[in-house]
């Protein structure tokens, strides 16, 4: 008798860890989701940084400094 509740019993226990083992491989894919999305988060920070202190200054200073040529340009024409 002893056996036979064993038996029965351990599918109940097998079934359980199953579904402990599919819950923490659903954890660890969306901690594995979260954590592709902090990364690509801070790389979209990264290159807005990037583009606000490197390419927009270049481009004003660019755009000034053709402005001054133009304006030698203009004087030494007239």
Do not use: C, N
């Not at 579904?19 to 923490?24: N, Q, R, T």
């Not at 491989?25 to 954590?35: E, G, K, N, V």
């Amino acid at each position: 008798m002893e056996t036979l509740k064993r038996y029965l019993a351990y599918p109940a226990k097998e079934h359980l860890m199953r579904g402990a083992v599919d819950s923490a491989s659903r954890d660890s894919r969306l901690a594995r989701q979260l954590a592709i999305v902090e990364i690509a988060i801070g790389l979209g920070g990264v290159a807005l940084l990037i583009f606000l202190f490197l390419i927009l200054p270049l481009i004003g200073f660019g755009i000034i400094a053709a402005s001054w040529l133009l304006g030698k340009i203009k004087k030494k024409l007239m």
